[in-house]
Each structure stands twice: as structure tokens, then as C-alpha cells.
């Protein structure tokens, strides 16, 4: 028998996006999982679209919808989605980006060969259609919390935990900016291993005027989390800070 993955994606502002991802989940080759949509109180039509579609496959009960009572942000909201799962696993994913079809059947086989508890895979960056742009950003098979300091290279969408090797507790997201790279580190820093699939199995959607736009704010964040969050030492956050702006420029060009 299979182990169940629970797929957690956090709703806001998803209107035109969800119908497709739910869809996207439905052809996965890997069959044995749950979805758990968590509405974080968002503005728009979301939380409808999502009712129409689990109301027109009201025979598949592996898809759930979550309405948080505030809006509180994307980590609470995943944690709101960690502390409902059923699954063995936790998948991450967001409702604009989109998954290969044999996403969850290809890692978690990669996951169950390298006795990982953590997994990671490649990804494309994709335009505002999530059409993939031929950029495509590859991993390493191992990432320690040293060598990830100064790589933000995990993307959320692409990340899977084994629960039976980490507790739901210790991938539960801080409620800071950038929480994701927050959480990676977090865990990384107790001494476990993430492994990288170095197979693109996602497109991350990122309009080009994002890229230019989001990158001072990106750095501030990446910074705040090396004094406050890691609470490294100047010239340790200075030399990682470097390595990080270097990678993180590559990446895009």
C-alpha cells in the first residue's frame, strides 16, 4: 500500500489560478494523496471556485477545503494545512505555480531511495502564463545547513517531508518574511540532510516585472533572517549574505 501524501496549498488571491492547480493535482501518476486548500481569508472568488470543483467531484473526497477565520499569511496558513494532514508525507505547493505529472511519483521514490526525510527537486522559472522560460535552476543531491546558508536554492513548491523521520512540529513555519527559507534552515540546523532530485518536475511562475521588483525586499529579508532568525555573527552573515546575492543574480540571468 502506498503511503497517502497531503499536498498543502495556501489560498489567496488564487482565483485564477486554482481551478487549474486542483486539476493539475487530479493527473498526478501518484494517486494516493489528499489535497488541503486552506482559504486565508481571501478577497476574491477563491474559496467559491474551490467549492464548485469539490462539488462536480463530489465522489473524490481526497480534496478539502480549509476557511481560516483571519487572514494571518502564507505560513500560518500552511501550518494550518501540516496540523490537518492524514499523509505519511507533506507537500508543499502554491496555487500559481504547477507541477510535472509525475512530480510526487518520481521524488518520493527518489525520497524513499536515499532514506531522505527531507526533498527538494529542480525547477524551471516560468512567465506570467507559467509557460517555462528555459531557466532552469538545478540542485545539488545534498544540502547541510552550512552550504545552505548561502543558497537559497530550495524551491517551496518543489519540497516534500517524511513525517515518520520529522515531526510535524519541526516543519511547522515561522511567522516571519520569508518563512519558507526560515523553515529550511530551521530544519537543517537540528542536523538533518535535504536531498535534491536534480530532475525539473516544476514551473515556478514569476512575471518578469516581479524579478526586478521584489529584489531589494528579497535581500532585506535574506539579511533579517541571518541576524534575527540564525543570530550569526556580522562577518558570518556578511560572507554567507555574498555567496547568497551571487547565486540568487545567477540564477536570473
Known amino acids: 500500500m502506498k503511503e497517502m501524501v497531503s499536498i498543502i496549498v495556501p489560498v489567496y488571491r488564487a482565483e485564477p489560478y486554482i481551478a487549474e492547480t486542483i486539476e493539475m493535482v487530479k493527473r498526478q501518476t501518484y494517486k494516493n494523496w489528499e489535497l ?39 505560513a500560518s496558513a500552511r501550518n494550518t494545512g501540516i496540523d490537518a494532514a492524514k499523509g505519511r508525507y507533506i507537500a508543499f505547493l502554491d496555487a500559481d505555480d504547477i507541477w ?18 527531507f526533498a527538494f527537486t529542480a525547477y524551471e522559472f516560468g512567465d506570467e502564463n507559467a509557460k517555462g ?17 548561502s543558497r537559497t536554492i530550495i524551491f517551496t513548491t518543489t519540497v516534500i517531508f517524511d513525517t515518520a523521520k ?10 516571519v518574511a520569508s518563512e519558507d527559507t526560515a523553515t529550511w534552515w530551521k530544519v537543517l540546523r537540528q ?42 555573527s556580522l562577518p558570518i552573515s556578511a560572507f554567507c549574505f555574498f555567496f547568497w546575492a551571487m547565486r540568487a543574480t545567477l540564477r536570473r540571468i
Open 133 to 149: 522560460t528555459g531557466k532552469i535552476v538545478n540542485v545539488p543531491e545534498r544540502l547541510t545547513y552550512r552550504k545552505a546558508l
Open 191 to 232: 542536523g538533518y540532510v535535504a536531498y535534491g532530485l536534480n530532475e525539473v518536475l516544476a514551473i515556478y511562475r514569476r512575471p518578469a516585472k516581479s524579478l526586478s521588483s521584489n529584489k531589494f525586499v528579497a535581500m532585506q529579508r535574506i539579511w533579517n533572517l541571518y541576524r534575527k532568525e540564525e543570530k550569526l
Open 36 to 74: 488541503i486548500l486552506v482559504d486565508d481569508c481571501s478577497p476574491d472568488n477563491s474559496a467559491q471556485v474551490i467549492e464548485r470543483e469539490i462539488a462536480q467531484a463530489a465522489e473524490d473526497t481526497r480534496i478539502r477545503l480549509i476557511r481560516k477565520e483571519k487572514n494571518e499569511g502564507a
Open 166 to 175: 520529522i515531526s510535524k512540529e519541526q516543519i511547522h513555519m515561522p511567522l
Open 100 to 117: 510535472m505529472p509525475d512530480k510526487l511519483e518520481k521524488e518520493l521514490a527518489f525520497m524513499e531511495d536515499k532514506q531522505a526525510a
